[in-house]
């Protein structure tokens, strides 16, 4: 082992992580190993040879408990093997979501070799016997699972050949002057295998994509004009990436084997805008690509090599997009690999990475925590996209995030059920905004009766929605509130004053979570004369005993710890209303600093009752808006300055996503969002934008073909005749031989 290697790997094990993994007394993938003998304890061979071939007819079996739960064992082992496990985020059950790997298998392909696993060994794939082979005796085994990995470290890190029955002993050589001390036997390959990934620099010959730095403004026209409709674009770079000959033909393998590269633009140490490259050229070469890009009729596009300069900038270097994205979460520069170790890119220098340490950045967290912080402040917000872009979805979580509750934000059933939970327990509420909605139905208006003589109309004031919320809301919570007050009572004793008397007492917190009074002689000598328990003091009867007591605190409670749960309202199509109707003079009130509790409180007479209003600093509004709608007139400023406004926009993201267990079907969707967002490109008006009008994400995602068709059929169609109709789109004689080619790709 050489010096560099030694100390890098000396470094590397002083690190929390591997700290961890050193001193743990289980190995370190025992839920693993559980699951692997639960699966292996599956008998049924007769249904195992049924479904073995199980991902090309998938929806024949959904309705099959018998092969659900078999199906369910695998994904529960697969969780604990692989990264991009299928539900890992929920079935693995580790704190720390850790896995043997980051292997390139998918989801489709785990189960099919681990049901050959079952029926016949011989036929599974050597990563799967490496899988298996580590979870039964991680002693004389590793995860390192790929054989090409295995073959590149032996010859590259080792400098052996490789030899399967001698890599593991090859690997424990390589490393014994390290003098490794574990607490648990079983965890040392494990620990060998993190170093060797962490050595990556010096045997993995990757090259994954490109990333610079770049403040200039240029990007944010090109995001724009991929919204509007762009295929494809033509950028440069005026460096070559170096060292050129061996980072380019690099580069050129990545294109042949995923179809694309990445190219990440760095502004103030983040990566913040991506392009996904599919062809790339010399500047000395671009007269042999030219014509070739000229035909997919790429903005940026200019047949003179002259025309690519800036000042006294020229393009060295020519990249073919499909795509080019601001990223809705910054991947901070320190996380890019860069290439052989060749540091971070400095200036307008071009950097090749070999990875990104992020394993995953979860995009739909990231969102919810940013609409969390801008609702937090603002008080109310309006979700605004096209049909399908998430709305329902994306509000629903962000009320659960606002209330504090736990959950996986990828897990729509999961939202959706504690979405439902928290409207029967009053922390949610949900109303529709119409054209017939007034104030008299959202804040307060008068409703006639019959008086008791049959002849005579009363007329009473019947609150709304709004007020009826909070009304509500403005009790504190009791809770919350004893909570604070047990808090307050660890770090010492409160004296209060009984109302009557003016007799002096003191609170202390007992053993038991009780308050222990201390009043007259027993203050003197510091003992308890009294108990009050929790239900007591929650009850505070007159006639209890101990009243001149509970009053007082109940008192300071309600006065010095004025807590109340958030509660959230959501409006749903709130664009269809008359906001300021409906609301009334209650829109001011609405701002951060005019509710209860503000820096500026605010509150008004009510027209009916005559009493006093404000509206409870807990109280959080959620609207949302279709985009494409132009049934109802624009929301007026005043309205406007009141509400924080959010796009969802369709995501290509999500589609993929969705199908990651049916790539098949999931190509198919997605050249049926490309060819849909295509036409809408070519013939929306001109005062709208693709945000506005491009069909959600959600039109495409379907659980088997026929679904998608029926989507496409009875969803997507109609509402493209629709735009037509409204005049979002202009008239095109194209769109009946349009649908004919939608209808062509789900053959």
């Keep these: 082992m050489d010096t560099e290697v030694y100390k890098k ?111 016949d060994r011989n036929k599974c794939t050597p990563a799967i016997h490496n899988t298996v082979n580590y979870i039964l005796k991680p002693e004389t085994n590793i995860n390192i699972l790929s054989e090409e990995h295995r073959f590149i470290i032996s010859q590259l890190l080792l400098k052996k050949d490789y030899v399967h029955d001698h890599f593991v002993s090859d690997i424990c050589d390589f490393f014994k002057e390290l ?57 440069w770079w005026h460096e070559l990436p170096q060292p050129k000959n061996k980072i380019l033909p690099r580069l050129r393998k990545t294109i042949e084997n995923d179809g694309y590269f990445d190219f990440y633009y760095v502004e103030n140490n983040e990566a913040v805008y991506k392009a996904t490259v599919n062809d790339f050229v010399e500047a000395s070469d671009y007269s042999l690509k030219m014509e070739e890009w000229k035909k997919k009729d790429p903005i940026w596009f200019s047949e003179s090599l002259d025309e690519y300069v800036d000042d006294n900038k020229s393009a060295k270097i020519l990249f073919l997009s499909s795509r080019f994205e601001r990223l809705q979460t910054p991947i901070p520069i320190e996380l890019f690999k860069i290439y052989k170790d060749k540091g971070l890119p400095v200036r307008a220098h071009l950097g090749a990475f070999s990875d990104i340490e992020q394993i995953e950045i979860n995009i739909m ?52 059920k504690l979405y439902d939970e928290q409207r029967k327990n009053n922390c949610i509420f949900f109303t529709t905004f119409h054209q017939s909605m007034g104030y008299e139905d959202f804040v307060e208006g008068l409703k006639p009766e019959v008086a008791e003589n049959g002849k005579d ?3 009473r004031v019947e609150d709304g929605i709004f007020k009826k919320i909070c009304s509500q809301k403005e009790k504190p919570d009791f809770e919350q509130q004893y909570q604070l007050l047990q808090n307050l009572l660890k770090k010492g004793e409160l004296r209060f004053e009984t109302k009557t008397d003016h007799s002096p007492f003191t609170v202390i917190l007992n053993s038991s979570g009780n308050l222990s009074i201390s009043s007259g002689k027993y203050l003197e000598n510091g003992s308890s004369a009294t108990s009050i328990t929790k239900e007591k003091l929650e009850k505070r009867d007159p006639g209890d005993k101990n009243s001149c007591y509970i009053e007082v605190i109940r008192d300071y409670m309600n006065k010095e710890l004025q807590v109340s749960k958030p509660c959230v309202l959501i409006i749903d199509e709130i664009n269809r209303g008359n906001i300021s109707k409906i609301f009334g003079e209650l829109i001011t009130l ?12 605010v509150s008004v007479i009510l027209p009916y009752s005559k009493k006093e209003f404000s509206v409870p600093s807990n109280i959080y509004i959620i609207g949302t808006m279709n985009t494409t709608d132009r049934s109802t007139g624009r929301i007026d400023y005043a309205v406007r300055r009141r509400f924080a406004f959010y796009t969802l926009e369709a995501d290509t993201e999500a589609i993929v996503s969705h199908y990651r267990e049916k790539v098949e079907l999931g190509e198919k969707a997605n050249q049926l969002f490309n060819a849909v967002r295509e036409f809408i490109s070519d013939n929306k008006t001109e005062d709208l934008e693709m945000d506005e009008l491009m069909v959600g994400h959600s039109y495409f995602m379907a659980s088997s073909a026929e679904e998608l068709r029926l989507k496409l059929d009875y969803e997507i169609i109609p509402l493209i005749k629709e735009y037509e109709k409204d005049g979002l789109l202009q008239p095109s004689d194209e769109l009946k031989d349009k649908i004919n080619e939608w209808e062509s790709l789900l053959d």
Aim: hydrophobic share 35%.
């Design 457 to 459: 109309v009363l007329y």
């Design 590 to 601: 609405l701002e951060a600093d005019k509710r209860q509790n503000g820096e500026h409180p």
């Design 365 to 416: 967290a990231d969102r919810l925590e940013l609409l969390k912080q801008i609702l937090l402040q603002k008080k109310q917000i309006i979700l605004q996209g096209a049909p399908g872009t998430g709305k329902t979805y994306n509000t629903a979580a962000l009320a659960l995030s606002i209330l504090g509750i736990q959950f996986n934000p990828n897990d729509h059933n999961e939202i959706m």
């Design 9 to 119: 790997s000396q470094e590397f094990l002083q690190t929390e992580g591997m700290q961890k993994i050193m001193v743990s007394t289980d190995f370190y993938f025992q839920k693993a190993r559980d699951a692997f003998y639960k699966f292996m304890e599956y008998d049924n061979r007769r249904l195992i040879e049924e479904i073995v071939d199980w991902t090309y007819n998938k929806q024949r079996y959904s309705d099959r408990n018998d092969v659900q739960e078999l199906l369910g064992l695998i994904d529960n082992l697969v969780a604990y093997c692989d990264v991009h496990a299928f539900n890992k985020a929920k079935l693995n059950e580790y704190e720390d979501k850790r896995v043997l790997a980051r292997s390139n298998i998918r989801q489709n392909a785990w189960i099919k070799q681990l049901l050959l696993y079952k029926l």
């Design 179 to 235: 003098d490794i001390q574990v607490s648990n036997p079983l965890n040392k390959t494990h620990l060998y295998s993190r170093l060797i990934y962490n050595l990556a620099d010096i045997w993995c010959d990757i090259v994954k994509g490109l990333v610079a730095r770049d403040r200039t403004e240029w990007k944010n026209q090109l995001e724009t004009d991929f919204k509007n409709g762009a295929k494809y674009s033509v950028t």
